[in-house]
């Protein structure tokens, strides 16, 4: 199925592009030279127009989370406080939130990129978005509601939680396009079952889901279990939120908005830039943004950028699946283990519920152990030989042993936003 393209600029020319992103990174440059003493230092030895191609960006220094911290609330702000008119903020487990702001030319900005994500998904002004992202300080809820209303498809801005309103909604609406994070999307299958409510009979379409990594796996399942086509977008609230990239209905990797956005891949150890089709950090900067302009900013997320053409006609450059991020990557006994791989593997096996918990701990003798948390509604016997299946296919496809405990349906924690995959123990 060929989707609509939102904007010209998706079809440009490789050449076309960069002389954009070129000139956009140069006026960037000069501007936060002038309005940000971070970056006037940072940038000190840099000349905006020096910059004559977009390798240049390896001369400028990489921007990270810790930058914002230090400069807690709006040091890193680029825009005078009378012209910004939103605040969003990262939740982070400890201390103080990464605090981002946007003034009325990036909300309008980010609006438009919302729309030409959803554009991307199939969505059209005929649908009933019901977006169950939350609303509030995390980008998801509001940055995706002013994209449904500027396509001019109706949005239900019912935000996250109270699952059985949401099923309600659901149902009575006739919704169409669903906007939520993959493992709550999980949870509204559960909960319309409950309530006797066939998702897979009812109008419901296309899911835009995003906000935490999920694997082609999962998408299976979900996208057996709700009926419709499962759709990733990706975003970080630093960058601006959610519609940084999305999928086409071609569903090859998510086109990056490059036109605001430019994309590289480092080495996140040598922090050398990697070539196309290598994976390894995403870093972007912020072509256009005028409150928060980030140079080179490491997301900290594992990817690769395709090389070649996606048969839609789209020209910019598409990401893969995010593996996930490199600080919840597990070392166990000296193995590295991404939550996606066990998500694999466990769902692979087919007899498993996909809600998973990963509990680390260190064992006798100091030595790291990982306990595999999954659910299944098999009697005993049928549980006992699902662990030892499941025992075998984690050890070979990630190299180290691990416990495998099979609870019942309902058993792990749901959540309606950030699904929490992984308890470490090792700390406490
Ligand atoms: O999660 C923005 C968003 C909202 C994206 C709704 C998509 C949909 P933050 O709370 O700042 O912003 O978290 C950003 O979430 O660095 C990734 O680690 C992860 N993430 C976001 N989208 C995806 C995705 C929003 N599609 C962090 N796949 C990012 C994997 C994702 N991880």
Redesign the pocket.
């Known amino acids: 199925m060929q989707s609509l393209i939102w904007d010209a600029v998706e079809t440009i020319s490789r050449e076309e592009m960069e002389r954009l992103q070129v000139e956009r990174l140069r006026d960037c440059v000069a501007g936060i030279k002038e309005r940000v003493p971070f970056y006037r230092e940072r940038l000190s030895g840099i000349e905006p127009g020096s910059i004559q191609s977009v390798s240049d960006l390896t001369r400028l220094p990489f921007t990270v989370k810790q930058d914002l911290r230090d400069n807690y609330p709006f040091g890193l702000f680029a825009a005078p406080m009378s012209d910004v008119v939103r605040m969003h903020a ?2 982070g487990t400890t201390g103080k939130p ?1 605090v981002v702001g946007y003034t009325a030319n990036d909300i309008e900005t980010w609006a438009g990129l919302a729309a030409r994500a959803l554009t991307m998904a199939g969505v059209t002004k005929e649908d009933i978005v019901q977006n169950a ?1 939350g609303y509030g300080l ?3 809820g509001l ?2 509601h002013y994209g449904v209303e500027k396509l001019g498809a109706a949005v239900v801005p019912v935000s996250s939680g109270n699952t059985a309103r949401q099923v309600m909604l659901l149902e009575d609406f006739g919704t169409t396009v669903l ?1 939520a ?1 993959p493992s709550y999307a999980l949870v509204l299958a559960e909960g319309a079952a409950e309530a006797g409510f066939d998702l897979r009979s009812g109008p419901l379409r296309v899911g ?7 694997s082609e796996q999962m998408r299976a399942e979900i996208e057996s279990r709700l009926g419709i086509s499962a759709m ?7 960058v601006m ?4 990239s999305m999928e086409c209905t071609h569903k090859t990797g ?1 086109h990056i908005a490059e036109d605001h956005f430019i994309p590289e891949i480092i080495d996140p150890e040598t922090l050398e830039p990697l070539p196309l089709g290598r994976p390894g950090e995403l870093v972007f900067t912020c072509i256009t943004k005028e409150a928060l302009p980030l140079v080179r900013y490491r ?3 594992l990817a690769r950028l395709l090389p070649g053409d996606c048969s839609c006609g789209r020209t910019t450059v598409r990401m893969e ?2 593996l ?2 490199n600080d ?1 990557m597990l070392i166990i006994r000296g193995v590295n283990v991404f939550p996606s791989q066990i998500e694999a593997v466990l769902l692979a096996m087919g007899q498993v519920e996909p809600h998973y918990q990963l509990v680390v701990g260190r064992g006798a003798g100091h030595m790291d152990d990982l306990e595999v948390r999954v659910e299944s509604s098999g009697d005993s016997g049928q549980r006992r030989i699902l662990e030892g299946s499941l025992k075998a296919d984690l050890r070979s496809a990630l190299g180290i042993g691990c416990a495998v405990t099979i609870l019942v349906p309902g058993e792990i924690a749901r959540s309606d936003g ?1 699904a929490v995959r992984v308890i470490d123990n090792r700390h406490i």
């Open positions: 990262s939740s990464t992202y995390f980008t998801g940055g995706l906007c994070t835009v889901f995003g906000a935490e990594p999920w990733d977008i990706y975003g970080l609230s630093e939120g959610p519609a940084v998510m997301t900290h997320d699946k995010v996930g991020r919840d950030k």
